[in-house]
């Protein structure tokens, strides 16, 4: 299932280049960036690396594209997902 989602990672950030805000434009927006976290992700029992925390710290300005995102949304806008964001003192944005 891992390996999954990091090749579904993969495909989209390749033809990922939706830079709508001075935010995103600034941050390098690329989806791939949250592959540290997958594990944490898919699974309520892991608990985010600092590797991971530092990603999501590092892509928030990119949440809300994700989230619209079809592709990506399924990954992004989950129980899990807004978990190991919290866990890591980053709340998801208001979208």
Sequence with gaps: MLKL?????????????????????ATNCNPIQLSPCATAILSAATTPSETCCGKIKEQRP????????P???????TPNA????????TPFPTC
Excluded: M, P
């Design 5 to 25: 989602v990091l090749c579904i990672l993969l495909v989209v950030a390749g033809i990922y280049n939706d830079r709508s805000s001075s935010a995103e434009a």
């Design 82 to 89: 807004r978990k190991v964001a919290a866990t890591c003192g």
């Design 62 to 69: 990119c949440l809300c594209n994700y989230i619209k995102n």
């Design 71 to 77: 592709t990506l949304q399924k990954f992004i806008n």
